[in-house]
T-cell receptor, first 114, second 115 residues
Framework: ETGVTQTPRHLVMGMTNKKSLKCEQH?????MYWYKQSAKKPLELMFV???????ENNSVPSRFSPECPNSSHLFLHLHTLQPEDSALYLC?????????????FGPGTRLTVL | AQTVTQSQPEMSVQEAETVTLSCTYD???????LFWYKQPPSRQMILVIR??????QNATENRFSVNFQKAAKSFSLKISDSQLGDTAMYFC????????????FGQGTRLTINP
């Protein structure tokens, strides 16, 4: 299970901190995704990138800022977060952003906002 | 907007038994895909099985099969001869055909296989 890696695996931050989550895929895929998994809520899609261009922004607050410098790397920059942003953040990739290609998920970053 | 509902928050069965997880969805779309994903305690989500809405034949992957009822908007997952390694959260997901690959997930069912 090393196709999609995420770092760090755990992160604790204060509301005034700035941090970044990193995702890397080693599968040669062209599409990458950020999901938020909160307790007792369905997995929520946050962002979709296809060939380094953002193609979907699912009404995510501006305190979350994605960056996709190339098709293998995806970042999620965090600033002035709220305690309710505490969740598991999952990255995924697929061959293309259209069609029904299987999405491969990373292990996630467990984020706690104090 | 599409919604996916999994009405069983938790289920528990004995090893080797057959278990069925339910999933219903709401959509006005005619062309779409349906998926079951598994998230073991280690947290890495993996695809279990998928189904194209236009195909009437139910998908099967080894011990995993689905019962797809398009008119009823139902997509249940059957696990036969369950194994301890099947213990996980199971998520049903919907994707409209075309456009970005936007998966809409259900709330999940926590399945425990007991020895």
């Amino acid at each position: 299970e090393t196709g999609v890696t995420q770092t760090p695996r755990h992160l604790v931050m204060g509301m005034t901190n700035k941090k970044s989550l990193k995702c890397e895929q080693h599968l040669g895929h062209n599409a990458m995704y950020w999901y938020k998994q909160s307790a007792k809520k369905p997995l929520e899609l946050m962002f979709v990138y296809s060939l380094e261009e953002r193609v979907e922004n699912n009404s995510v607050p501006s305190r979350f800022s994605p960056e996709c410098p190339n098709s293998s790397h995806l970042f999620l920059h965090l600033h002035t977060l709220q305690p309710e942003d505490s969740a598991l953040y999952l990255c995924a990739s697929s061959q293309e952003a259209g069609g029904w290609d299987t999405q491969y998920f990373g292990p996630g970053t467990r984020l706690t906002v104090l | 907007a599409q919604t996916v509902t999994q009405s069983q928050p938790e289920m528990s069965v004995q090893e080797a038994e057959t278990v069925t997880l339910s999933c219903t969805y709401d959509t006005s779309e005619n062309n779409y895909y349906l998926f079951w994903y598994k998230q073991p305690p280690s947290r890495q989500m993996i695809l279990v099985i998928r189904q194209e809405a236009y195909k009437q034949q139910n998908a099967t992957e080894n011990r995993f099969s689905v019962n797809f009822q398009k008119a009823a908007k139902s997509f249940s997952l059957k696990i036969s001869d369950s194994q301890l390694g099947d213990t996980a959260m199971y998520f049903c997901a919907f994707m409209k055909k075309g456009g970005a690959q936007k998966l809409v997930f259900g709330q999940g069912t926590r399945l425990t296989i007991n020895p």
